[in-house]
């Protein structure tokens, strides 16, 4: 009698300090490991991608230490984890290479600017897809459909869901887990060879269930977390998205194992247990419907099956993500649309921008606008006479991105506005003009190569540097400095020598941050003349100079400072002596 009551109480308690075990390792663990990580192992503070000179700093900083060689080994690894684990049936090593898949997602725990900084160092395992474009992580994107649907049905009760979100599934999944855990082990000490009990009659795989849900909770859970600090643009939702589709197929694979092993036993318990979630019939056959087509039959019995549907599912949500959540549809239709009828759409976002009070809501709906190109730059024009101070900040960063010679005009004339803030964000808009314009014409220059920025380009120097460049070099005498600084550098993108000369007083400023926005731009420039004064702060007495300073000479390609980089590769800042030995690899062997 106490041995049958002891065994499921024993059972219980076991299933929880499973249950208790991955709550603490998925959520309370990456936090004190993150913390142990960022008070022991330095890295630097800036955000990696701030600006040209953040992402060349990043780049330096990833060679020095090799990590670009263990984000490309330890990727291969995960790959042969999931090949072996599929291909000789050892689910659990594919299991492994499923959860290495989405440990890139609890990188977001790390509260930090720089992208490997603390827990950040697990985004080394996804370098491979951050080399092509940190926007590939966001193919991912079609897993917020669940939490965007349920967030409309809550809004439309007049109830913010997000934490109630967060907790259904968080909780809802830790519950299916536990449950599903303790129904297992009470399976097997009943010596059953099928688990077919309790929850195991609403999924036949509750504990991957439990983690896909559990998992999507963490994952909505940390979009919020720490985000003023975190670095900008990196997306969990692919790793999570993979991690997910290879757990599904790691139950596929058990499965046809269980048949061979089990036989009709388990044929008769698949028959009427659902897969993962219970769902309506019409849902179930619309998911079995591609094995249907190609293989004539609802469930996969071989590993070939499993490959093929995965890899049809995976396509599907990858194209998905990148027709409706990277507004791939919108430029697709945008091509065969009459053009007055896209006239008519840009003329209807442009009053909504205009008329729109939220924030987020007028960045949205003024990337939304921007993404019609060219054409665009009409309503943006227009906007710049709106009422609301922010309209003309989201038109003037708009118009800098689509040149055009009555945007140029434009700017120009506001490069006198009484705004301080207006005169800035103009300042801005005519470089970035002049960068887009230079890029065009420097497909062949080498990244680090020297040269002027404006290139030959026929636009590049046509009407922008005859209409612009006086009123910026007008700008440098600004009654604020944060202006003075953005018309330098905007002159430098304009490849205006005159910006040389008049750097001098900046680079004498007693403020660390005009000394060091005067560097940036010269580095920008990066011409033989610009390299002189560079070379010259190589010996500033703020680090923070220092380091910005070995950037910009890279920049330059000169390799007149080899001297001067061996001797800030000695340098007491550790920041400025990895900068200047990748350097000096660069510009002087």
Known sequence: MNGKFLQPVFLFFLAAVFTVGLTFATVELPHRIDTLLQNNITTPGFDSRADDASDIQTELFISHYNLRLIGYVSFSLMILLLIIGFSTQRTGLAAVGAFTFMLPVFAQFAGVMFFLAGLGVLNVLWLPLLDISFDLQRLGMVIHAPYDFLSWLLRKAGVNGYWYIVYFFVGGGLLTFFLGTYAWLTARAGRKKVADLWIYRLSR???????????????????????????????????????????????????????????????????????????????????????????????????????????????????????????????????????????????????????????????????????????????????????????????????????????????????????????????????????????????????????????????????????????????????????????????????????????????????????????????????????????????DEDPYVRRRSVIALLKTGSDRGCEKLEKAARDEDWEVRVYAAEASKRLCE
């Open 205 to 539: 795989h509750p504990q991957y269930a439990g983690w896909i849900l559990w998992s999507y909770g963490v994952y909505i859970l940390i979009q919020r977390m720490h985000y003023p600090r975190r670095s900008w643009g990196i997306s969990g939702s692919l790793p999570w998205l993979l991690s997910t589709i290879f757990i599904i197929g790691v139950a596929m694979a058990e499965e046809i194992r269980m048949v061979r092993t089990s036989g009709l036993d388990y044929e008769k318990y698949r028959s009427k247990a659902p897969f993962l979630f219970p769902m309506p019939r019409p849902l179930r056959r619309l998911f079995s419907l591609p094995l249907k087509l190609i293989f004539k039959k609802e469930l996969p019995g071989r590993k070939r099956e499993v490959a093929v549907v995965l890899s049809i599912y995976t396509s599907l949500l990858l194209i998905i993500s990148a027709l409706f959540c990277m507004d791939g549809a919108g430029r697709i239709s945008a091509i065969f649309k009459p053009a007055e009828s896209l006239r008519s759409e840009m003329s209807k976002i442009a009053v909504q921008l205009d008329q729109e009070s939220g924030r987020t809501a007028r960045y949205h709906l003024s990337d939304r606008l921007e993404s019609y190109g060219e054409p665009a730059s009409e309503e943006f024009l227009g906007l710049l006479d709106s009422g609301q101070p922010e309209v003309r900040y989201l038109a003037i960063r708009a118009l800098g991105r689509l040149p055009s010679e009555k945007a140029v005009l434009r700017l120009t004339d506001l490069l006198g506005d009484p705004s301080a803030d207006i005169r800035w964000r103009a300042v801005q808009a005519l470089g970035v003009m002049g960068s887009q314009r230079a890029a065009e014409s420097e497909d062949d220059r080498d990244t680090y190569g020297s040269g002027d920025p404006a290139g030959t380009s026929a636009e590049g120097s046509g009407l922008i540097e005859k209409t612009a460049i006086a009123p910026l070099i007008g700008r440098l005498d600004d009654n604020e400095n944060y202006i003075r600084i953005a018309a330098l550098k905007s002159l430098a993108l304009l490849g205006s020598d005159e910006m040389v000369e008049r750097s001098r007083p900046f680079l004498r400023s007693e403020l660390k941050w005009i000394r060091s926005g005067a560097v940036d731009a010269l580095g920008i420039l990066g011409s033989e003349k610009a390299a002189d004064l560079i070379l010259e702060m190589l010996d």
